[in-house]
């Protein structure tokens, strides 16, 4: 009966570490498959009526990219978007250069991107003064940093001039111009 007791508790003891063994096994390649889906290339945007998401969105798509809205603290409203009035928002924030609107977001997990490609609507022929928000929230030395925008006409005007400074060790590339670009176009564009 003693002998018989003591094969039980090594059986058990064996199929306790077994199962140890198993759960470790898992959690290792469960770790080994997160870190495979985690993305290196990131598209940050801001929309303020729609535009621009959508390009953004495509984009994404195109590049297998992570997405991430980059959403004003306090919304922008129909007037204050309104460009004909001298003292909407928007017209106040494109005159001080120095305009920095509160972000309400942040992106988790910067570092591990080497990439980000950067959306915006033009304003006054640059980018809105949110993105020099977003650029001076984080660290982007030595990544490639891709400005894309959307325009209802005109192209990128003077957007680096502006925004280069924000992250001076950026290694920036031209801007895009993704108005109206189907996926498949984004698709060449970007290859």
């Not at 898992?26 to 535009?51: C, H, I, W």
């Not at 990219?65 to 919304?75: K, N, T, V």
């Not at 609507?121 to 650029?135: D, H, K, L, R, S």
Request: proline share 5%; net charge neutral.
């Amino acid at each position: 009966m003693k002998r018989l007791t003591t094969i039980l508790s090594v059986a058990v003891a064996i199929a306790l570490c077994a199962c140890a063994g198993n759960k470790s096994q898992q959690d290792s390649q469960q770790s080994n498959t997160e870190n495979m889906e985690k993305k290196t290339t990131l598209v940050a945007y801001f929309s303020a009526t729609g535009t621009t998401k959508a390009a953004a969105e495509k984009l994404a798509q195109a590049v297998d990219a992570d997405l991430h809205e980059i959403q004003p603290e306090q919304p922008y409203t129909d007037a204050d978007l309104d460009w004909h009035n001298q003292q909407s928002r928007s017209s106040v924030e494109m005159k001080d250069k120095s305009s920095r609107p509160a972000i309400k977001n942040k992106v988790e997990n910067m570092d591990q991107y080497t990439t980000v490609y950067i959306g915006y609507p033009i304003w006054w022929y640059i980018a809105p003064t949110i993105i020099n928000t977003f650029v001076e929230q984080y660290n982007l030395e030595g990544k490639t940093v891709i400005p894309f925008f959307t325009s209802g006409g005109s192209g990128a005007g003077e957007t680096m001039k502006y925004l280069t400074p924000s992250a001076p060790k950026a290694n920036w590339k031209e801007p895009i111009n993704l108005t109206g670009k189907s996926k498949g176009e984004i698709e060449k564009l970007v290859k």
